[in-house]
């Protein structure tokens, strides 16, 4: 896999790994992105990953491109450890409630399914989050089961309630605040993408895995409280590799 290398202003490049949006081209990327982080490069202050490049920010008075794309390229080429997720995490899901899943009847119907195995199929994916983006604790998620695939709504909701689970193309993804939005909603999350009290706002980050737990509506009610109270306890949803 070719790799180019692109200025991003006088401070900054970005190491593309391919033209496309795939596990393999973005795996690259994280992986790319741990080493640099473990090597403790001289001059780097950050890297930031996409979907299929990494930006590499750095200090000017340290170091510049033209030294830092030798160490770079070395890395690359003592071989990056590909597909290893940073955690797995497991997001509980209400696909019950209309309110919560407003979109799920249509979507079964353009996508021949019944209700039930629409469902089945989100819960069934094999689901990692690629990058963050569009607004704070946004992730897009991709690894939707194929038959689910479908064009964002031709009509994009004005409000999207915060937290709603919805699924576009082959991604899912969880609004992280009330936004305008073109996804269609299969059902909703008790759980906050953001909430500033936590010592980590983001709950989601690049390079996890994720499977979604169906849950009632009284279990959503129950964990709603306790994330609005502050005392959810977050850590029984991630289990590290």
């Not at 393999?24 to 080493?35: F, P, Q, S, T």
């Not at 640099?36 to 170091?63: C, F, H, N, W």
Request: neutral net charge; hydrophobic residues 40%; contains cysteine.
């Amino acid at each position: 896999m070719s790799v180019r290398y692109l200025s991003c202003g006088d401070t900054a490049f970005s190491v593309e790994f391919g033209n496309e949006i795939s596990p393999e081209i973005n795996g690259r990327v994280m992986a790319l992105h741990a080493a640099i982080g473990q090597a403790k490069i001289a001059g780097v202050v950050e890297t930031v990953p996409s979907m299929r490049a990494l930006m590499v920010s750095y200090d000017p008075l340290v170091t510049s491109r033209a030294a830092l794309e030798p160490e770079i390229e070395a890395l690359i080429a003592r071989g990056l450890a590909v597909g290893r997720a940073s955690r797995k995490v497991t997001v509980p899901c209400c696909y019950d409630d209309r309110d919560f899943a407003p979109d799920l009847t249509e979507v079964a119907e353009r996508t021949k399914k019944k209700v039930e195995e629409v469902i089945a199929s989100h819960l069934a994916s094999s689901f990692k989050v690629y990058v963050l983006g569009f607004m704070p604790g946004l992730a897009y998620i991709a690894g939707l089961e194929p038959s689910l695939y479908l064009p964002r709504r031709s009509q994009p909701r004005v409000r999207v309630p915060r937290s709603s689970v919805a699924i576009a193309m082959d991604m899912t993804t969880i609004y992280p605040f009330e936004s305008p939005g073109g996804w269609h909603l299969i059902g909703r999350t008790p759980l906050w993408m953001f909430d500033q009290r936590r010592e980590q706002p983001v709950f989601l980050a690049p390079g996890d895995s994720l499977t979604f737990q169906r849950i009632d509506r009284k279990g959503y009610d129950r964990i709603a409280r306790e994330v609005e109270a502050g005392t959810f306890d977050w850590a029984k949803l991630v289990k590290a590799t």
